[in-house]
């Protein structure tokens, strides 16, 4: 029983840090994105590359843990569902 939902847990976290590895770095290139530019129109800016790259990793990272945690609640979830219904009820003791 608690192995059951142990493999459903562990299941669903990496389940969903796979998902947010997909998910997360569109949704912060989208974020990101300047607005209102004309199309063709470049950003003239400085940046600093090793802050750049720090806050995206630090980005993805979070993303990542916050997709693990999903994961497990609704591994979790699945597997109490899964065990429960697959438990036999057990004959009555006279």
Same mark, same amino acid.
């Given at each position: 029983?608690?192995?059951?939902?142990?493999?459903f847990v562990l299941l669903?976290? %990496?389940l969903g840090i796979v998902a947010?590895?997909?998910i997360v770095p569109p949704a %912060?290139?989208?974020y990101t994105e300047p607005g209102g530019l004309p199309h063709g129109a470049d950003v003239q800016s400085l940046v600093q590359v090793p802050a750049v790259i720090k806050y995206a990793?630090?980005?993805l990272m979070f993303g990542q843990l916050v997709?693990?945690?999903?994961g497990?609640?609704?591994g979790?979830?699945?597997?109490?569902?899964f065990v429960r219904r697959g438990r036999s009820p057990r004959p009555a003791t006279p």
């Open positions: 029983m608690v192995k059951t939902t142990t493999i669903g976290a %990496l947010a590895s997909y %912060l290139s989208w990793t630090q980005k997709g693990a945690a999903i497990a609640v609704a979790m979830i699945l597997g109490i569902v």
